[in-house]
């Protein structure tokens, strides 16, 4: 099984200027606004189309994920790890924490025990985001660490760890 995003646009240096960004978070709000409802991003698994979300809507989770966030208590500057098989609501936390001004730390879903004690303790994350099976291993090396696990096996649509999320920008508050 494979996963990616496909047709992601990206902006021009011309277009960056047209929008008059100078931060990539005013990019990326501008970028939504301009879009609107054409289609952001193109989720694929196995050779077919399992999710497209548009502007707006992509937008708005990632304004849901970084309130989600904010209640967990992640703040500008702590680390999140990203320990999940690829998924759309990695995309989605990425940008949420950008938008915080929090850090993304990626990590590969297959490292070894011995790999991530290391990594885990090096980075000192506010948050682990892990897979469910992922989970285990995480709790195994520091019981003390908070863990958000998610199904990355689940199509996004069918996720509901957003839904109940204020839809108000951290910038709007």
Do not use: W
């Amino acid at each position: 099984m494979y996963a990616y995003i496909s047709r992601v646009k990206t902006l021009t240096t011309a277009g960056r200027e047209k929008m008059n960004c100078e931060t990539l978070r005013d990019c990326f709000k501008a970028s939504f606004q301009a879009q609107g409802q054409k289609n952001a991003i193109t989720f694929q698994r196995n050779d077919r189309i399992e999710t497209e979300i548009s502007y707006l809507k992509l937008s708005r989770d990632v304004n849901r994920m970084a309130n989600v966030l904010k209640e967990i208590g992640v703040a500008k500057g702590d680390r999140v790890v990203f320990f999940v098989e690829k998924c759309l609501l990695l995309v989605i936390a990425h940008l949420a924490l950008q938008k915080m001004g929090a850090i993304s730390v990626p990590l590969n879903p297959g490292f070894k025990k011995s790999e991530l004690e290391y990594l885990l303790a090096d980075s000192n994350p506010k948050l682990v985001l892990c897979g469910i099976a992922q989970k285990e291993i995480v709790r195994k090396i520091n019981p003390q660490l908070n863990v958000m696990a998610v199904d990355a096996r689940i199509p996004y649509q069918e996720l509901d760890i957003l839904e109940a999320a204020l839809d108000v920008a951290l910038d709007e508050e």
